[in-house]
């Protein structure tokens, strides 16, 4: 259940712009990781507001509308050729990184959706599940799942054969068929396709 718990925990100990941090991507076989990093103003609880994965795309889109005319909000990424060099891992925390440092308004805080934050030069809290506790995180989630389905229906229109509009470059059966028969695009994550050589995926 959201509530601002996490929120007024760090307010209570005097800091006042408090982000939430969460990803999308880390489990394609495609594309970018994103994260994205939401400082919401105080109070502000959209309708509807969850964890992306428990919404309708329809409603992300809606809340994705409210959530950045209304927050202060960043986008970090880090590229295929990055999560092939620094592991999957490391390069969602670049990605989150870089979130935090593209804010306009300096955070002085984060609330990190998982159990792991490195090279932050803010204080952090790690959340299991905070994509469905904090609002901050479940607004960053909003952001990051929306930016980068966007993002795979444009590689979509660059590489059509492979369908990224269609699976947002999970590892579908369909995908996964496509790469084995047409070989890897671009945009696909080299370290993610040793099913290709007869191996499982990493």
């Not at 934050?117 to 799942?145: L, M, N, Q, Y």
């Amino acid at each position: 259940m959201l509530d601002f718990t996490y929120e007024n925990e760090c307010r209570a100990k005097g800091y006042k712009s408090i982000c939430g941090i969460d990803e999308a991507g880390r489990g394609p076989l495609a594309g970018n990781v994103v994260a994205a990093a939401v400082i919401l103003p105080d109070g502000f609880l959209p309708e509807g507001l969850n964890d992306s994965k428990k919404l309708s795309e329809k409603k992300r889109n809606a809340l994705y509308e409210i959530i950045t005319k209304n927050a202060i909000w960043a986008v970090g990424e880090a590229s295929p050729a990055e999560i092939d060099e620094y592991n999957i891992l490391n390069a969602t925390m670049i990605a989150m990184n870089r979130a935090v440092a593209a804010l306009e308004v300096k955070a002085d805080f984060a609330l990190i959706d998982g159990n792991c934050s490195r090279g932050f030069e803010i204080p952090t809290k790690t959340i299991v599940g905070g994509d469905g506790k904090s609002p901050s995180v479940a607004a960053a989630s909003i952001i990051a799942k929306v930016t980068r389905d966007r993002e795979c229906v444009e590689l979509d229109k660059k590489y059509p054969e492979y369908d990224f509009a269609k699976h947002k470059g999970y590892p579908t059966r369909e995908h996964m068929q496509k790469v084995i028969e047409l070989g890897p695009c671009p945009e696909h994550r080299r370290s993610f396709l040793k099913f290709a050589n007869g191996n499982e995926t990493k």
